[in-house]
């Protein structure tokens, strides 16, 4: 015989009276596997089916250049489910990080790219898969330099639906003190049939197609906006696609940034942010960590509406429990998730901001999935769609599967189950 608290069922019956159900859309579990790359290095594949997948590879087989290591494949499975097009460029991959040091030893170059190193799966459940790339520091230029044995670098993946990739990005000090003078986040994007670009007016650079740049106004930009021009385009390669995939890169900081492009035949189109640290000197264990999203939305086009994507990773705000308790300042930044602790019978609370799509990581949960929810007063069944739940080891995911405003009243009950 199943029983429930009766107290949670009164106060839900009045939570659930009032209010219209938030439309909502299905979440399907994220899918994760291990392979190989075509030229077998080992690699992770992680897919949120129907919207996005992403392949992070080891390097293991690196010849020459790094086009083998991290992000190595981006993929639009919502407008192109044969995976014809990677987004990724080629030789560089996704992402890459130009790091400027001051060098204390002879023989040292002071910018680094990405060398071998291991990849790892940390957690892989139907709302989220987080992966780790740990990576040394080769001299710009050439992957057969030597290795800087000073510093090393890790790099942390989470995956969540519908279309964010979250990144950290740490410098971890390994030998000899250096002075870090910048740090650069560069997304890179495949490259097309090369033609040249122009800068135009208002700080936004149209390339050739299928790309435009639009960076956040200066003086201090934490955000760029690498737009598709949804028309059909020729690739290098000879074929035609209309891309529609666009990507918003926003840094959680970003004091003292500086944006910049390039577009080069042989990488694909550039779009970076360079940051200076406050505090550049890296010590031996010292670890210096930036983290940063990028949200794969179709319908961000212009700053407008990449503004509330930016305002709810950056200005997160901290929800006002009624019952349970905030985690910490109450947001991950590395997952974009909202901390919170149940109270044993659950989590009552006030959401601060308007957000899409937002997840909740409960900590001290007791029971298991939970059955129902209640947002904005609107009753949410699992069964329909209306959010996906994940409860492993104490913790309890929940992912709500709608925009939800500011000001929403979310309560998420720990129904323990007993015989």
């Given amino acids: 015989m199943t029983r429930r608290r009766v107290g949670l069922w009164v106060v839900l019956a009045g939570v659930l009276a009032f209010s219209p159900v938030l ?22 594949r ?23 290591t991290g992000v190595t494949g981006v993929y639009d499975l919502e407008n192109d489910p044969a995976e014809k097009y990677n987004y990724a460029a080629p030789w560089s991959g996704f992402f890459s990080h130009k790091l400027s040091v001051d060098p204390r030893r002879d023989g040292q170059t002071g910018a680094f790219m990405p060398g071998p190193g291991p990849v ?71 490259h097309a049939k090369w033609s040249g670009g122009t800068s135009g007016k208002g700080g936004v650079f149209s390339l050739p197609a299928p ?22 385009f020729a690739h290098a390669d000879g074929t035609t ?13 970003a004091k003292g940034a500086r944006y910049g492009y390039r577009a080069n035949l042989w990488v694909g189109y550039r779009t970076s942010l360079t940051l200076h640290p406050e505090d550049p000197v890296i010590t031996k264990g010292k670890r210096l960590t930036w983290h940063a999203v990028v949200v794969m939305n179709h ?22 429990c009624a019952k349970g308790s905030v ?19 659950g989590v009552d609370f006030t959401f601060p901001v308007s957000c899409h799509w937002p997840m909740f990581e409960i900590s001290g949960w007791r029971g298991g999935k939970p059955p129902f929810i209640s947002a904005g007063g ?12 994940h409860a492993a080891g104490g913790t309890l995911l929940v992912q709500i599967a709608s925009e939800v405003p500011v000001g929403t009243r979310i309560v998420i009950p720990d129904v323990l189950r007993t015989r």
């Avoid at 319908?299 to 006002?320: Q, S």
């Avoid at 609107?378 to 739940?389: H, P, S």
Wanted: one cysteine or more; charged letters at 25%.
């Fill in 299 to 320: 319908e961000v086009t212009d700053l407008d509406k990449a503004k509330p994507f930016v305002e709810e990773y950056r200005n997160p705000g901290t929800p006002e």
């Fill in 23 to 44: 439309p909502a859309a299905p979440l399907a579990p994220i899918e994760v596997t291990n392979g190989k790359s075509a030229d077998g290095g080992n690699e992770v």
């Fill in 327 to 345: 985690v910490g300042d109450g947001f991950d930044e590395a997952t974009g998730c909202y901390t919170l602790k149940s109270d044993g019978t």
């Fill in 46 to 68: 992680v897919v949120v089916p129907g919207r996005i997948k992403i392949v992070v590879c080891d390097g293991s087989t690196m010849k020459g250049a790094p086009e083998d």
């Fill in 378 to 389: 609107a009753r949410k069944d699992a069964a329909d769609g209306d959010y996906a739940a």
């Fill in 211 to 232: 790309w435009t740049f639009v960076p956040e106004p200066s003086p201090n930009p934490c955000s760029i906006l690498h737009v598709a021009k949804p028309e059909p």
């Fill in 120 to 190: 790892e799966v940390l957690e892989a459940n139907p709302l989220r898969a987080v992966v780790k790339y740990s990576w040394g520091a080769s001299a710009y230029g050439g992957a057969h330099a030597p290795m800087n044995p000073d510093v090393r670098f890790e790099q942390v993946f989470t995956v969540r639906a519908p279309d964010r990739l979250y990144q950290s990005f740490s410098i971890i000090g390994t030998g000899e003190e250096v002075k870090l003078t910048h740090a650069t986040f560069l997304l890179h994007t495949s």
């Fill in 241 to 253: 696609s209309i891309q529609k995939a666009n990507f918003l890169l926003v840094l959680h900081e």
